[in-house]
């Protein structure tokens, strides 16, 4: 019965983490941006979100983390409060060898895109070129 009820809250916390992070965005909406970062290891995850948090700082940003077990695994998604109606988020589930970075935005591309850039640029410098992949809609 406990593990029941732990997995029915440990669902309902990784829902209302993501939630918070959407409050802006149509959960209808698609994303505008997506990129793929490779990890091999913890320290690989631990650099990522070193990095994300280094960005947040930077763009006066609030970064959003959430955990959960699934399948025995480690599944971290992390978001970032809205600004100029524009979030990313990042998750590595269900691929737990890579992170699927997303950005959603109600603003017009020329308000969103510099943050994507400024994003995927700061992770390339802090993991290299080869290890991320960006891809747009």
């Not at 505008?32 to 990890?39: I, K, N, Q, S």
């Not at 994003?119 to 390339?124: A, D, K, S, T």
Request: aromatic share 10%; charged share 25%.
């Amino acid at each position: 019965m406990w593990s029941r009820r732990k997995a029915m809250l440990t669902l309902l916390a990784a829902t209302l983490a993501k939630s918070v992070a959407a409050q802006e965005a149509d959960p209808k909406e698609t994303p505008l941006g997506h990129a793929t970062l490779l990890v091999t290891s913890a320290a690989d995850t631990a650099e990522f979100e070193k990095l994300l948090r280094e960005f947040c700082a930077a763009e006066h940003l609030k970064l959003l983390r959430n955990s959960r077990i699934v399948n025995g695994r480690l599944v971290l998604d992390f978001s970032t409060s809205a600004v100029e109606k524009t979030f990313f988020s990042a998750t590595n589930d269900p691929a737990p060898g890579s992170f699927d970075i997303y950005v959603y935005s109600r603003a017009p591309r020329e308000s969103w895109e510099p943050f994507w850039n400024r994003l995927i640029q700061h992770i390339r410098q802090g993991v290299g070129a080869n290890r991320i992949f960006v891809s747009r809609w």
